[in-house]
């Protein structure tokens, strides 16, 4: 296994074999580095698997790490030590590319299965870094994921200080958060009590109890990607001319009054319909008398020719 020992500006490759491997500042250290205390490090390795166990706490990634507790230590990370030595974890290229060219739901399927190793999926892991389950990978197949030691619970830990129900994973989107279901003792990330959701990035430590889990935020094949489709653009606004002058331009449709509207009639309110009906015509009273002296002089005209037919 290679390992990067970055001390004083310059990068050191180192081929450990399996077994046990120290690093201090002693003469019998495996890795002596002047100005560390003796046997400051136990590397256990095995095959791929790497553990460490330190005399004194030390940063690993972005959190302290407790002393003369067994750790797993993933591809990629890195241990801070002191004098500002820092041991890397190289990533494992390979099987980064592996990963890529595999469907996530299956691969997610086969690890809860137990056949595939922590390295072959792309779908988004939690690792156990310490604990009974160390080294264990548990896949986040589902949109809700519940955490504790209940027999029922999607992950389940070998730890009497989680509880039956301790914590779960949401799944929204492209985004993971994680949120305590009530307990005591809580749940830290990153050595941070979670007080409500809180989003999960790549390499951070869940810590439930005496367990503590590695999130890693699982790689998308380029046909799974989100592509956001653009809105169809709307066609160019056709520009305004002026007809000429002795053109006589057809109103538009738009200007034309609907066949259901009847303009009111003049002098009236637009109001109801039967307001705009036509009213039966009221005689004033000149015309009634001008109506009655008609009548009589009708009635004299018939009188003077009657007198002249007798005589």
Request: with cysteine.
């Amino acid at each position: 296994m290679l390992l990067d020992i970055i001390w004083n500006g310059e990068t050191t490759p180192v081929d450990l074999i399996d077994g046990a491997v120290t690093v201090g500042g002693g003469v019998k250290d495996d890795i002596k580095l002047d100005g560390l205390p003796v046997k400051l490090l136990t590397l256990e390795v095995d095959g791929t698997r790497l553990s460490i166990k330190s005399i004194r706490p030390l940063r690993v990634g972005n959190q302290l790490f407790p002393a003369h507790v067994p750790r797993l230590v993933l591809p990629g990370e890195s241990m801070t030590l002191p004098n500002d030595v820092v041991v890397r974890r190289p990533d494992d290229e390979a099987s980064k590319e592996r990963r890529k060219n595999k469907s996530t739901d299956f691969l997610a399927r086969e690890l809860l299965s137990g056949d595939l190793g922590p390295l072959e999926s792309r779908a988004a892991t939690l690792t156990c870094v310490t604990g009974a389950n160390e080294g264990h990978v548990y896949p986040i197949a589902f949109l809700d994921t519940s955490i504790g030691r209940a027999d029922d619970v999607d992950i389940r830990l070998h730890d009497r200080s989680v509880s039956r129900r301790h914590a779960r994973i949401i799944h929204r989107g492209l985004s993971y958060f994680v949120e305590d279901a009530g307990t005591t003792n809580g749940i830290y990330v990153n050595g941070q009590k979670v007080k409500r959701a809180q989003q999960l990035n790549t390499g951070d430590v869940l810590e439930l109890g005496h367990t503590m889990l590695r999130f890693e935020e699982g790689e998308r094949a380029p046909e799974e990607r989100t592509v956001i489709q653009k809105m169809p653009e709307a066609p160019p606004k056709q520009p305004h001319v002026e007809p000429p002058s002795n053109v006589q331009v057809a109103p538009d449709v738009a200007e034309l009054p609907s066949p259901s509207a009847t303009p009111p009639m003049p002098g009236l309110p637009g109001g109801s319909t039967t307001d705009r009906l036509p009213r039966p015509r009221r005689f004033a009273r000149t015309d009634v008398v001008i109506i009655v002296l008609g009548v009589m002089l009708m009635l004299s005209g018939l009188s003077t020719a009657a007198f002249f037919w007798k005589g």
